[in-house]
């Protein structure tokens, strides 16, 4: 199993950036997927997650600016961040639940300036 992430990069306050993840040599039923990110010295936190019928859900501090979707066609799952503010920072980490196991992607680095 290989969950593949790009998107990240450094951008500055108020600008967008958009992540993707894409999964391959899953055996069974993919459920929910989703993001997470940790902060130097946090706590790995959900961002937002999406189930295989579309519901949605996200974290308080960044309900209005990011919106999360899906592919299920090409396994993938993606995360449109707009108004990117400092806080934003971390590592951000793929998820993909299947009927049997969970997978995580690697990660990939969003740095916000301000």
């Known amino acids: 199993v290989q969950l593949v992430e790009s998107g990240g990069g450094l951008v500055q306050a108020g600008e967008s950036l958009r992540l993707s993840c894409a999964a391959s040599?899953?055996?069974?039923?993919?459920?929910?997927m989703g993001w997470y990110r940790q902060a130097p010295g946090k706590q790995r936190e959900l961002v937002a997650r999406?189930?295989?019928?579309?519901?949605?859900n996200y974290a308080d501090s960044v309900k209005g600016r990011f919106t999360i979707s899906r592919d299920n066609a090409k396994n993938a799952v993606y995360l449109q961040m707009n108004s990117l503010k400092v806080e934003d920072t971390g590592v951000y980490y793929c998820?993909?639940?299947?009927?049997?196991?969970?997978?995580w992607g690697q990660g990939t680095q969003v740095t916000v300036s301000s």
């Open positions: 998820k993909v639940d299947t009927s049997r196991d969970n997978y």
């Open positions: 040599g899953i055996m069974y039923r993919i459920n929910t």
């Open positions: 999406i189930t295989n019928i579309g519901s949605t």
